[in-house]
Each structure stands twice: as structure tokens, then as C-alpha cells.
């Protein structure tokens, strides 16, 4: 008798954390003060740049050394800040479109 009502005890305290759990969640899903809209949106950018990085096949190809990673960034940023600006934005803007026209008709069933 005693143990079924420590029994039931447990399962509502359980239920009770599950339950406060999901409004914290809940919460912080829906928390639009600046700040963390800020936060949110720099998150999803790196998340989708670091996507960019594996879609190029640089973590494999690298051995996921980000020392040369990071080299290769820095190498693009140098050729950016060179008179060839334009032509080097023209010609990896072209090579990015290809590969995504292409990564598209692969997906498609």
C-alpha cells in the first residue's frame, strides 16, 4: 500500500518535470527579445556556412584539418581583397550555381 502511493508519488512528480520541461521550451522557442533573435539568426548562419563546408567536400578532402581549412578561408578572403575582385566573385558565384543546380537534380527521386 505504502509503495503503490510512493509509486504513484514518483509517476506524478515525473509527469509534473515532464511537464515543466516542455514550457521551458516552449519558452525559449517563442523568446523573441532582441538579443536572442540575434543569437538565433548568427546560429542558423553558421550552421548553414559550416553545410557549405561539408557540401564542397573540404572536411573529407582535408582530413577535417580545420588549420587547413581555415588556410583555404583566409587564401579566398586574400584573392578578395585583390584588384581581380569581381572576376573571382563571377567565377565562384558560377561554380557555386552548378553545384547547387546540380546537388538539386541528384535529389530529386
Known amino acids: 500500500m505504502l509503495a503503490d502511493q510512493l509509486a504513484k508519488t514518483l509517476a506524478a512528480h515525473k509527469r509534473v518535470i515532464q511537464a515543466r520541461n516542455r514550457q521551458l521550451v516552449h519558452r525559449a522557442r517563442h523568446d523573441m527579445r532582441d538579443w536572442r533573435v540575434k543569437r ?3 546560429t542558423r548562419q553558421l550552421i548553414e556556412l559550416g553545410g557549405l563546408i561539408a557540401k564542397a567536400e573540404l572536411i573529407d578532402l582535408t582530413d ?3 588549420a587547413v581549412i581555415l588556410g583555404l578561408l583566409i587564401e579566398a ?3 578578395l581583397k585583390s584588384e ?3 572576376q573571382q566573385l ?3 558565384r558560377r561554380r557555386g550555381a552548378r553545384a547547387f543546380a546540380q ?3 541528384a535529389e530529386r527521386p
Open 90 to 92: 563571377l567565377l565562384w
Open 77 to 79: 578572403a586574400a584573392k
Open 103 to 105: 546537388n538539386q537534380l
Open 84 to 86: 581581380n575582385r569581381d
Open 40 to 42: 538565433r539568426e548568427r
Open 64 to 66: 577535417d584539418d580545420r
